[in-house]
Structure formats: C-alpha cells, structure tokens
C-alpha cells in the first residue's frame, strides 16, 4: 500500500506569492489533515478535512485554507507568503474516527 | 482549547539505559494519546499510542502509561540504542476534535554509543 505522499519535496517562494501544497492519502483514508512544523512552536494543527468537508480548523490566519477532493486528496494554499511562513508542512491521513495518523515527508516550504 | 506540555526538550542517555518522556495535557476529554517517533529529514511515525480507557500499553522495549486523574502520560524506553536516537513527540486528541491533534514540543533523545 502506497503510503501519505506530499509533492512538491521543495519550494521556494517570495514573499507576497502564494503557494498550493498537495497531499494523496493512504488509499481508503478520507481523512485528511495539516500541520505546520517549525523549530520554534513544533507541530501546529492548521485543518482536518473529511470527505470534502472541512471539520477542524486551527488558529492560523485566513491567508492559510485548503480544500479536499472527492478522490480524497487535499490541497492547501497559502497566499500573500510572509517570511514566517517559511517550515515544513506536513499532511497526515487517517481512517474514519481516532485512529492513527500516517504522516506524509512533507513540503519544505522557503520563503525569502 | 487543549495545551499538551513535553519534558524535557532534551534528553542524553547511555546505550542500554532506559528513557522517560513526559507529557500532560489540560482537556479532560482528550481521550486518544499517540507518541510519534521523528528521525531527522524524515516524516513522523506513530511507535505507541494508548487511549483512555487503559492504564498502560507496551510494545516490546516501548511502553506507555496514561494516569487520567493527573492528565499525564508518559513514554518508556527500555535498553536503549543509538539507533533510538530521534525527536519523540506526544499528542493528545478529543473524540469531538476528529482527527485533530495537539502535539507537545518534542524530546530530542541521543542515545550515546
């Protein structure tokens, strides 16, 4: 079974751009969730998506959304980068109801 | 909203030994508690999890022990090595919250050789 996959690996951006991250899932699993990894605040919660349906949001400004597609696969955006929002953003997949997340190898977003 | 504290952010132990993180959490409804596992450049992997209706979970040199009353859990490793050498997080989560998890600030365990 192919597991979370995240593209791009990379990216760099300039301030003020916007970005789109992509995420497929484990197959089977229609939950879909983001979170932004930095070294300073660790792993931060930014949504949780269900079939399609967004069922969780953390604290992060509206600049940050994401959206899910009937295939289970999730995008988020970020527009207007600023140059904290430069880190590692990593997606996690998981089945109906609390179970294990699987976590993806995440985009290691730059903004300069 | 649900805050989950981790200590200690560093922890340096002799092959063999055996490591202890801690985590408390404040929401007495979080009720599903994973430890992930991060090696450096590489993604996090769940290595235990335990919920609330049991006390203790291990998974042969990895056990996890939960003490609701306190809102704590703690993760034990036993005869550590180097290879255990990684950042250890916790997380808490609420039946209501789906699948959204509070993660503590992580332990960076060396593991000395």
């Known amino acids: 079974k192919a597991g979370v996959t995240q593209t791009p690996r990379y990216l760099i951006k300039t301030r003020g751009q916007q970005v789109t991250l992509s995420c497929s899932p484990i197959?089977?699993?229609?939950?879909v969730s983001w979170y932004q990894q930095t070294p300073g605040q660790g792993l931060q919660f930014l949504f949780e998506?269900?079939?399609?349906?967004?069922?969780n949001k953390g604290n992060f400004p509206g600049r940050f959304s994401g959206r899910q597609f009937s295939n289970s696969r999730s995008e988020m955006n970020v527009s207007t980068l600023e140059l904290g929002d430069s880190a590692l953003y990593l997606c996690?997949?998981?089945?109906?109801?609390?179970?294990?997340?699987?976590f993806g190898q995440g985009t290691r977003l730059t903004v300069v | 909203g649900e805050n989950v504290e981790q200590h200690p952010s560093t922890l340096s132990v002799q092959e063999g030994d055996s490591a202890v993180i801690k985590c408390t959490y404040s929401?007495?409804?979080?009720?599903?508690f994973p430890w992930y596992k991060q090696e450096l450049g590489k993604r996090p992997q769940l290595i235990i999890d335990?919920?609330?209706?049991?006390g203790e979970k291990k998974d042969q040199r990895i056990a996890v022990t939960l003490n609701k009353t306190a809102k704590h859990f703690s993760l034990h490793i036993t005869e550590t090595q180097p290879e255990d050498s990684a950042v250890y997080f916790c997380?808490?989560?609420?039946?209501?919250?789906?699948?959204?998890?509070?993660f503590g600030s992580g332990t960076k365990l060396n593991v000395k050789p």
């Open positions: 996690a997949s998981s089945l109906e109801g609390i179970t294990e997340a699987f």
């Open positions: 997380a808490a989560s609420t039946l209501y919250n789906f699948n959204k998890f509070y």
């Open positions: 197959s089977g699993h229609r939950s």
């Open positions: 998506y269900f079939s399609e349906t967004q069922r």
């Open positions: 929401d007495s409804a979080s009720n599903y």
């Open positions: 335990i919920r609330s209706n049991v």
